[in-house]
């Protein structure tokens, strides 16, 4: 063995001088290597073990809205955090709404040295609601089988949660020396109630989770046909915008059809609205997504990404897409759908009133005003007019960068754990929590497991009534998201 430690010698016995820096430089050498031995001392056939039973646990309770409450979802993370040590505060708004249902939000830290802005992971703890009759399995049964995991919230979005669960308690395990804090973030109402979650906390408790980059939901590895296409991480959103169309007419019987009839003014509204498309404009995210998603496609596919931009293919192009691709579609541009019509209450009478309601998602640099103003172009009826529905309560923000540490971080890890696969940035066309926090400065990246694109048509995705997980890709996803904060964090 070639010994690391010099001696110094005085007539062929060590001196105590020479002991004592042996030692000490033993200590400095254990120092240096003890980062790498604890690393590698991670048993990861426990971690997926203790995985299994933490989100066993959050899976099978219901955390609907409506329907249930993330009351208990905190009070179980938080058991688990004070099991390790990790301190936490939780902070719950008042639920004007439903009083006796409690809904709140839990914060834990692990404190770095300050060199860098901390690091903020997310889950959300709430799921939507179900309707249990149509559900093979319980909705709250975590039920395995064929190596998946069936339940509510499966998908979305109790595996962000217990990723970010596992990744903080491995890093307070390993001691792992920090340049930034660990801010981990267990919030409410993600699915539809906002002000309990994110936006009261970002409003009065923004202290707490403020950070220069956070991780969250919205991504994935993308697997088709058995093979792994790419992986995706959310860089960016559209906002939800929502616009009723409201037509008056004169109320008659039915036998003496009108000129004024509100329904007639709706019915027309509505298919020149469906007739229309909105400009394509390109963003970095969609324009680089394009680009990498070519590079990974079949030869015509990789013609059509490749020539949106030519203006003798781009018509034909965007068609294609409406029609086979309405995903890719909707990323081109702000979108519109017409989703309810409301008229009438008796065969035989013309109502005075007719209204259709359209759920619009603006791209996130969106001139909302001048695009309204030529969507009542598109309509040219003065009959129909403009109603802004309440409710639309997301913010715009810009896109979340490609060229910095946290993004190219991804890429690295996602090499590691999704081995020959490009990283394709991506605009949601949903929506997610994460716009609060682009508002503030926060370069916000959405990521997720590996999920199977033939899922979704098949009734297993996410908000199905079969919602399922890989229990495989669960784990590889624990490890990728560890990894990720691992680096992010890491004193360097």
């Keep these: 063995m070639i010994s690391l430690v010099p001696t110094l010698s005085q007539g062929g016995r060590t001196s105590r001088a020479s002991v004592n820096l042996s030692r000490m430089m033993r200590a400095f050498l254990f120092l240096l290597i003890a980062p790498i031995l604890i690393a590698q001392a991670i048993d990861w056939a426990k971690v997926e073990a203790e995985t299994l039973k933490h989100y066993t646990a959050l899976v099978q309770i219901n955390s609907a809205d409506p329907g249930g409450s993330e009351k208990p979802v905190v009070d179980y993370v938080k058991s688990v955090l004070d099991k ?3 301190e936490s505060k939780i902070f719950t708004m008042d639920n ?13 830290r692990l404190n770095g040295n300050g060199k860098k802005r901390p690091i903020l992971i997310v889950g959300h703890t709430d799921t939507v609601n179900v309707d249990a009759k149509k559900w093979t399995h319980g909705p709250f049964s975590a039920h395995r089988e064929g190596g998946y995991v069936y339940g509510r919230g499966t998908l979305d979005d109790k595996d962000n949660l217990v990723a970010a669960l596992m990744s903080i308690i491995l890093v307070k395990r390993q001691n792992v020396p920090l ?16 002000v309990l979650g994110i936006a009261y906390l970002v409003r009065e408790h923004w202290a707490e989770i403020d950070a220069e980059y956070c991780f969250a939901e919205g991504g994935s590895a993308t697997r088709t046909g058995n093979r792994l296409r790419f992986v995706s991480v959310q860089t960016t959103e559209k906002i939800p915008f929502g616009i009723t169309l409201v037509a008056n007419g004169v109320a008659g019987h039915g036998s003496v059809p009108l000129k004024s009839n509100a329904v007639v003014h709706i019915a027309q509204a509505v298919s020149k609205v469906a007739a229309w498309q909105p400009p394509m404009r390109l963003n970095d995210t969609t324009r680089t997504y394009f680009e990498r998603l070519a590079t990974v496609s079949t030869p015509e596919e990789r013609d059509r990404y490749n020539g949106l931009l030519n203006p003798e293919k781009t018509d034909a192009i965007q068609e294609f897409l409406a029609i086979n691709e309405p995903r890719h579609n909707s990323m081109l541009r702000t979108s519109i759908s017409p989703n309810m019509i409301n008229a009438g209450y008796r065969r035989n009478v013309i109502p005075s009133e007719a209204q259709a309601s359209l759920d619009i998602r603006v791209l996130p640099d969106e001139d909302l005003p001048k695009f309204l103003e030529m969507l009542k172009g598109v309509i040219n009826d003065p009959a129909v007019k403009f109603v802004r529905d309440a409710g639309s309560s997301r913010p715009g923000a810009l896109p979340s960068r490609l060229d910095n540490e946290a993004f190219k971080t991804i890429e690295a890890v996602a090499k590691i754990h999704y081995p020959g696969v490009p990283t394709l940035p991506t605009m949601s066309t949903g929506a997610t929590d994460m716009a609060f926090l682009r508002t503030k400065g926060v370069q916000c990246y959405g ?7 033939e899922d979704g048509p098949k009734g297993f995705g996410a908000h199905s009534d079969q919602e399922r997980i890989l229990e495989s ?3 590889t996803f624990v490890k990728f ?3 990720l904060v691992d680096q992010m964090a890491r004193a360097k």
């Design 84 to 86: 390790e040590g990790i």
């Design 473 to 475: 890709a669960l784990y």
């Design 179 to 194: 340049d930034r804090d660990v801010i981990f973030l267990a919030e409410a109402g993600e699915e539809g109630a906002p």
């Design 96 to 108: 004007l709404a439903n009083p006796e249902i409690k809904r709140p939000n839990i914060v834990a």
């Design 481 to 483: 998201h560890y990894d």
């Design 447 to 453: 990521i997720g497991p590996m999920i199977d694109s």
